[in-house]
């Protein structure tokens, strides 16, 4: 996600004209401000590159970030389902441990989610930056690893407390001095699946914040520290007034919604999201009251996990030039009890947290809906098909693992179709392609198609849902899935049609047996699992599709004759 964009003449880059400008020069300002952006934008490349693992390398799940010295983010690029994490880890970690036992060279790790992370996947990796004795900041970078342990592959499994998903990591110092402190890193290394691609991970973690560090020491060889601070204060307050703007120009008032997941995998009892959003006073607020109390399986989400949702949308309707930082962040709140489904407390087990934030974002575009009917979408696929796999490597002597995000689709938007076969909502990563999976795991990919029909029908037709068959010819393996969607289908909109609701299934061709969406199973030598994920919703009354649509769609195998026919009334020629 962009930091800024310039898009208008009678601005200066990444200054509007309509708010009060920082208290100081805009060109230094902008000398400053692309430099910090830039400054991440290396971070993230040097992570990708020196990283080993598939998820992080070719998928991207990772952000990074800068801090200024009083714990306040300037600036952040990587992924939407990172927007509060860091600025909420980063800060709770340094209190904890005490700025005062840190010196140059020293770097830490977190992923407690009670502490800011995600869930145990998402590992935060923080140092502080000192110019001589002085500190400058903060820099860190946050990753989703392959795997931390816990009971099943990719830490993907149906638990019923923290504890059993993965190994948890409060805040520790992995390096002093700029080296390694191996017995940390072999402790962690002995918790988990695939030891070669977490030690790479990690290693390129800190190698990203060693090139971050090295580069806001040259930043500040040329500004000096005071200016750099000046700069943090005064970029973070003229956001914060940007921001403010932004939220008092959209519809005020409360806005209601409630949607429902499937159930968190332990009992068959839809999980119930009530969701009010309030637009007030230039914040946004999220209040959860009357939603599902915290569940037993892992469907759970921190305060801080429902923040993260409404930032999301709230970056979506702003001014896409609005700089990524903590005036922008600190806008947005979640009010109501705790100990709900969206406020979970420990040790609540949290890595189906996505599924439910998923649901949350496309809640919260229902609720919004009706105030802003023309920029908002139908539902999309509304979760993340997180599966994961994992058995014995002998050439390599240890577990292999792997774990990816299966991508579906966009709900119809109030203008154009949805989009088919992507990484929706707040998933910005990658899908893995088939090429570098079945060269490195012991799995080859039967089919991997986008699926007809399944796309809400509408004046515009929801995205397509996607199909990908995992088929192990050689040995067997252990399977995970954690999702949702197959009860509840993503809707459509102003009389388009639902989409379809995702499917799990062992031996397609054969057995055909429908899998629950949250399962661990054994494969055995020849066994293939299909994953087919929803469609988005319609858009729109669906006898007011053009028809040269619908034709295009059957010509491209997007829709079916019986489709082009029954539901859009097109006949064949």
């Not at 010295?69 to 904890?96: F, I, K």
């Not at 999301?312 to 705790?338: E, K, M, T, W, Y």
Request: charged letters at 20%; one cysteine or more.
């Amino acid at each position: 996600m962009s930091l800024v964009r310039r898009t208008s003449d009678s601005d200066l880059g990444g200054l509007a004209a309509h708010v009060q400008a920082p208290d100081l020069d805009p060109i230094t300002f902008e000398v400053l401000r692309n430099a910090y952006m830039t400054l991440t934008d290396e971070m993230a490349v040097t992570l990708r590159r020196t990283a080993y693992s598939t998820n992080v390398k070719t998928r991207g799940d990772f952000s990074c970030s800068i801090m200024d010295r009083n714990l306040r983010v300037v600036a952040q690029s990587g992924q939407p389902g990172h927007l509060v994490s860091m600025a909420t880890a980063v800060p709770l970690s340094v209190r904890e441990l005490g700025l005062d036992t840190m010196r140059p060279g020293d770097a830490f790790l977190v992923n407690d989610p009670y502490r800011g992370s995600n869930h145990l996947n998402d590992i935060t990796c923080f140092a502080p930056v000192f110019i001589g004795d002085e500190l400058a900041g903060f820099v860190g970078n946050m990753a989703h690893h392959v795997d931390v342990g816990g009971a099943s592959p990719a830490s993907l499994g149906v638990n019923t407390e923290l504890f059993q998903e993965g190994v948890i990591i409060p805040p520790t110092r992995i390096a002093s001095a700029g080296a390694i402190d191996n017995n940390v890193m072999n402790l962690l290394l002995a918790n988990v699946r695939p030891r070669r691609e977490v030690l790479g991970d990690l290693r390129a973690q800190l190698s990203a914040n060693a090139v971050a560090a090295r580069r806001l020491g040259e930043l500040a060889k040329e500004h000096s520290l005071g200016l750099l601070q000046h700069f943090a204060d005064e970029l973070i307050a003229y956001t914060g007034r940007w921001v403010d703007s932004e939220i008092r120009a959209l519809p005020q008032g409360t806005f209601r919604a409630e949607v429902f997941r499937d159930d968190d995998g332990v009992t068959d009892d839809p999980i119930r999201l009530n969701l009010a959003v309030i637009i007030a006073d230039g914040t946004a607020t999220l209040d959860v009251t009357g939603s599902s109390a915290q569940v037993t399986g892992p469907m759970n989400a921190t305060r801080m996990q429902t923040r993260r949702s409404l930032t999301h949308i709230l970056r979506c309707l702003a001014d896409p030039r609005v700089p990524n930082n903590s005036g922008f962040l600190d806008r947005v709140q979640v009010a109501g009890p705790n100990r709900t489904v969206l406020t979970a407390e420990p040790p609540g087990a949290v890595v189906g947290a996505f599924e439910t934030m998923y649901r949350v974002v496309s809640g919260i575009m229902l609720a919004l809906h009706p105030a802003l009917p023309d920029r908002l979408p139908a539902a999309g696929k509304s979760l993340v098909v997180n599966l994961g796999f994992a058995g014995w490597n002998p050439k390599l002597a240890e577990y292999y693992c792997y774990m990816e995000t299966v991508g579906g689709d966009d709900g119809a938007r109030p203008r154009k179709d949805g989009h088919d076969g992507v990484q929706a909502e707040m998933q910005n990563t990658e899908n893995a392609p088939i090429e570098e999976l079945e060269l490195n795991y012991p799995v080859m990919i039967r089919r991997y198609e986008l699926i007809p029909d399944s796309g809400g029908a509408g004046r515009f037709r929801g995205g397509l849902g996607m199909r990908r068959d995992f088929w192990f010819p050689d040995q067997e393996c252990s399977f995970s899935i954690l999702s949702d969607g197959r009860k509840f289908a993503p809707w459509g909109l102003d009389g388009g049609h639902d989409g379809a609701c995702a499917r799990y299934i062992f031996d397609p061709e054969g057995e055909a047996r429908e899998l629950p969406s949250k399962v661990t199973l054994k494969v055995p030598r020849g066994g293939v699992v299909s994953v087919q994920t929803p469609g988005g919703g319609g858009f729109g009354p669906v006898a007011a599709r053009d028809p040269a649509a619908v034709a295009a769609d059957l010509s491209d195998r997007r829709i079916s004759g019986d489709a082009a026919t029954k539901v859009y009334g097109v006949t064949q020629r």
